[in-house]
């Protein structure tokens, strides 16, 4: 029987030649320093996030770009713009025998155009989508937080998806710029 830390070695040593295996076929991280990865941290400050009509009852708009800016340590003075247009519809998946909705649906979708200020052109253009779901509670008071907090996790959602989706676009382009 091997000793518990015989195992715990032979883990470390498979992840360490693992590792190295991805390195090898030029596996890199999306996020990271130069030193570490794609250095996609310089580009992300790159973008500015313009501010986003606001039509849902949470703020929606406003919390998606704060948290844009926050995840791409956004600034003004930046070379690429990002236009967002956000929209929620909502949907009760849910009735009770007397018709009445117990539980929603709300599914925001954001369409957005990264433009290049330097070349005076759109460079990408895409669409996401969130879903919000929240349960309908006796107080409307309650309801209405129910959905604020949902909507604020779709929010979140999306803004992690739109970085990703960036992320790709900008490293796909830096490495076609190379061949």
Sequence with gaps: MKHPLQS???GVIGFAFAGAGLAACGFHPLYGNAAFGSGLSNTFASVYVEPIA????ADTGY???NRLIDLLNSNADARYRLKLTLSETSEGIALETNASITRYNDTLTVHYVLTD???GREIKRGIETALAAY???ASPYATVVAQQA???HAVQDLAE????????FFEQRSKSQWK
């Design 63 to 65: 919390e998606l770009r």
């Design 54 to 57: 606001d039509y849902g009852v």
């Design 8 to 10: 715990r070695l032979a």
């Design 161 to 168: 998806r739109l970085r990703l989706e960036l992320g790709v």
């Design 135 to 137: 349960n309908v509670a």
């Design 117 to 119: 200020v330097v070349a």
């Design 150 to 152: 949902a909507d604020r």
